[in-house]
């Protein structure tokens, strides 16, 4: 059987080792501190977003800091000199133009750091009004609330473990109308994101 190419995530190379994103998929970042995985999950989410309606939940970074995030990245602008404000001519007609292309987006962000139940009530909605196809969640440590300092090793794992199953179900049971239909082709792709203590192992 020939496999199916899923939803481009506008990156070739991951495109082409996954077939892109696919109905009932978690998909987890995991990286060190400041390597970049919110920025690699709202590019994606843009590039998704383009043709298919995309809702991103944030835990910790406010919805103003993730437009401009987006909006740098797309622009090739430098964030700092965004901040600043200090931009040249041709840097503010790329973000002029990244604006304008955001808005046409179906991107929905949500930073009112909802807990898990709280986020299904926002898909279901979300599916109801127009349609949904990938849920993103940065990140899903703070679902649960911030980890213990006197938590084992063994019993945060778990918690985050959990916290992805959890994740992942809810998200998949918002592709369906009823309990009595099955997601189609292009349901929902959870994209979950994880900062591993490596140092710490």
């Known amino acids: 059987m020939k496999p199916s190419p899923g939803i481009s995530t506008g990156f070739p190379k991951y495109d082409r080792l996954t077939l892109g994103l696919h109905p009932g998929e978690l998909t987890i970042i995991a990286a060190r501190p400041a390597m970049g995985k919110t920025s690699l999950a709202m590019n994606i989410a843009a590039n998704v977003a383009a043709s298919h309606t995309v809702a991103v939940f944030s835990l910790e970074m406010s919805r103003r800091s993730l437009l401009a995030r987006l909006l740098c990245g797309r622009a090739g602008v430098n964030m700092l000199r965004f901040r600043s404000g200090v931009l040249d001519p041709e840097e503010r007609r790329r973000i002029s133009r990244a604006l304008g292309e955001a808005g046409e987006l ?74 009595a239909e099955q997601p189609n082709p292009e349901a929902i792709h959870a994209r979950c994101f994880l900062t591993f203590a490596i140092q710490a192992r």
């Open 106 to 179: 179906r991107l929905r962000i949500d930073d009112s750091h909802l807990d898990l139940e709280g986020i299904r009530k926002r898909l279901l909605r979300l599916r109801d009004e127009m349609g949904l196809h990938a849920v993103v969640i940065d990140y899903l440590q703070l679902l649960g609330g911030r980890r213990s300092q006197t938590g084992t090793s063994k019993s945060a794992n778990w918690h985050e473990a959990s916290s992805c199953s959890r994740a992942s179900c809810h998200a998949r049971s918002c592709c369906c109308r009823n309990s």
